[in-house]
């Protein structure tokens, strides 16, 4: 004998809620526009940080003839100036919308990549005092996008595909970390302000990308709340 189907959970003519209608598919997944542009907006900001890592001492010793001993105190200033103002920056951006800040990001990736490719035509006693003040831009500019691009693709996942967005949104770092090391040094063999023209056109694309990104997402995080989440708004008082 055959065992009915229990179909009692079903109401005909309800139409499935707005989590129900994000459910956790591939397809729909693969046709969020939201996340496809956060994703591409943060594989820019990946390229941008590997700067630090994988070309800043390149382009120091073998274009700007610098010291030996600049790449690395500037590689500790940046950590130094994280760890020293990454949670005060976090809680102050944490008001505004959240669109404004990526572009604040993006535009400060773009002025220390300016600065740095300005060096190679600059007065020798600028590369120091040069150096400093890109790097202070460029750690300006991690800590305003990094915290803020989590919680974003954090709170735009539906519960039931969170694990898949946040999956989708790691393949973007992965994909800028596997990219960045070839490309940038390539670039920089082909012409040595090549680099930080390409990067400056990915920030003003990253600038404009986030102005498609839609209002239910890019809502301000009210103070207070924890930058994952937005915090629900409170009942008027009788």
Not at 111 to 131: C, K
Not at 155 to 167: E, Q, T
Not at 168 to 195: D, E, H, I, K, R
Request: some cysteine; charged content about 10%.
């Amino acid at each position: 004998s055959t065992i009915p189907l229990d179909t009692s959970s079903t109401q005909e003519g309800v139409s499935p809620g707005p989590q129900q209608a994000r459910r956790g598919t591939y397809h729909q997944l693969l046709h969020d526009r939201a996340l496809a542009l956060v994703c591409v907006v943060n594989l820019v900001f990946v390229l941008c940080t590997s700067v630090l890592t994988v070309l800043l001492a390149v382009y120091l010793t073998t274009v700007l003839r610098s010291p030996v001993w600049l790449s690395g105190a500037l590689f500790t200033l940046a950590t130094v100036l994280v760890v020293a103002a990454q949670g005060a920056t976090t809680r102050y951006v944490s008001r505004y919308h959240r669109p404004s800040v990526l572009k604040a990001s993006a535009a400060c990736f773009a002025a220390s990549f300016i600065l740095l490719w300005a060096l190679a035509h600059a007065a020798e006693w600028l590369l120091v005092p040069g150096s400093i003040v890109s790097i202070v831009v460029f750690t300006i500019a991690e800590m305003l996008e990094g915290p803020l691009i989590n919680a974003l693709v954090v709170d735009m996942a539906p519960k039931a595909a969170s694990g898949r967005y946040l999956a989708a949104y790691q393949l973007s770092w992965s994909l800028g970390g596997v990219v960045a090391p070839g490309l940038l040094t390539w670039l920089l063999t082909v012409n040595t302000g090549l680099p930080w023209a390409g990067l400056v056109a990915l920030c003003a694309c990253a600038i404009g990308a986030t102005h498609f990104l839609p209002p239910a997402v890019t809502q301000a995080n009210p103070r207070g709340a924890p930058l994952g989440r937005v915090a629900p708004e409170r009942p008027p008082s009788s």
